[in-house]
């Protein structure tokens, strides 16, 4: 079990005034959806998870803004999540927990606490222009324009804090320039964690998962104010239309590759499996029982598919735990292996 105070502090620095511990302390904005995911022909050769080895599996979906307020502003510049519950026939259900970033913010716990206290929203203002073009020469990127009305955003504090931390550049650039995706189901989600997956050949191999849409990738694009709440009901339209659908990628590490950073996103070289297809055909009405009150866990897994020596993927599974009984959710339903209490 990690450190609990430091659990308790990881929560408590993500915590902002414009949100709320009766929810999660980030991705608090959400919508819950239904589906079922098939996989592919080859899935179960690579993964002997039960999911990957059967004709079709349920799911519960929850699509996330990344801010940690109450307030929706969907049009602003944000991290998108997508956690996903497949609900086993032999077993506890599995979660994939996957984000709009191909990489996290901070290689360990204790410096992930101090990237969280460091890029709590801070107050903003536009650069001028003169200040813009002297972030160019010195090949750096100038901060973004405010939104209308914005007045506090992380990226001052984050990218003071990755000016100084190497580590910390991939995730807080491409965070500060991620834009607002037209619909939840015109992004790609990344798992960021390696998983160690066992194939049929009983061969073990360090892996990345990514939803990729079928539709593809597409952001808005707006100079002006944006819209505060239109991704939910884009997401009700379509589903209204005919399912949505994903396809799950996983990619295979290499010799060199990092495994237990998920600062550091793998060469895009590497090769990559399709495991199957999600279809999202249902948006319940009752958003609470089917999305809210959930409590997804990235450390929730099944057997075939294990936890690397990620320590931010050791320390997430507590923090969910806490955050879930801070807000009376309910509780996570872990799988076996002892990975609930080691």
């Keep these: ?27 608090t904005i959400g919508i819950g959806a239904t589906g079922y995911f098939e996989p592919s022909p080859v899935a179960a050769k690579y993964c002997i998870a039960e999911h990957f080895d059967t004709d079709r599996t349920d799911v519960a979906v929850r699509f996330s803004n990344g801010s940690g307020s109450v307030d929706e502003h969907d049009g602003w510049n944000d991290v998108r999540g ?8 032999d077993s506890r259900p599995t979660d994939l927990v996957a984000m709009t970033l191909p990489e996290f913010f901070a290689p360990t716990p204790e410096t992930f606490l101090k990237f969280a206290l460091e890029a709590r929203p801070a107050p903003c203002k536009r650069q001028s222009a003169w200040t813009k073009i002297r972030e160019y020469l010195k090949l750096q990127l100038p901060m ?30 491409n965070a500060s320039a991620i834009g607002a995706p037209v619909s939840y189901v015109r992004a790609a989600y990344h798992a960021v964690h390696t998983f160690i997956v066992e194939g049929k050949d009983h061969i073990k191999r360090p892996v990345r998962f ?26 009700r339209r379509r589903v209204s239309k005919g399912p949505q659908r994903f396809s799950l990628m996983m990619m295979l590490g290499e010799i060199g590759d990092k495994f237990d950073d998920p600062t ?15 279809r999202i055909d249902d948006v319940p009405e009752d958003q609470q029982k089917h999305c809210e009150k959930l409590s ?7 057997r075939g598919i294990d936890p690397s020596g990620d320590p931010i993927l050791r320390i997430r599974k507590d923090v969910y735990q806490y955050s879930s009984e801070r807000r009376h959710a309910i509780p996570c339903p872990f799988a076996g292996h002892g990975r609930d209490d080691k």
């Design 144 to 173: 973004p324009d405010p939104y209308e009305n914005q007045e506090e955003r992380p990226d001052e504090g984050a990218i003071g804090f990755a000016n100084d931390h190497l580590w910390a550049q991939p995730a807080v650039l």
């Design 264 to 278: 550091q996103a793998w060469p895009p070289h590497r090769i990559r499996i399709n495991m199957g297809t999600l």
């Design 210 to 235: 990514t939803w990729q849409p079928i539709e593809g990738v597409l952001n808005t694009v707006r100079t002006h104010s944006p819209d505060d709440d239109y991704l939910k009901g884009d997401l």
């Design 1 to 27: 079990m990690s450190d609990p105070d430091l659990v308790e502090n990881i929560v408590k620095a993500l915590d902002v005034k414009t949100g709320s511990t009766e929810r999660r302390p980030v991705h």
């Design 296 to 302: 997804f866990n990235p450390w929730l897994m099944t």
């Design 82 to 89: 997508m956690a996903v519950r497949f609900y086993l026939q």
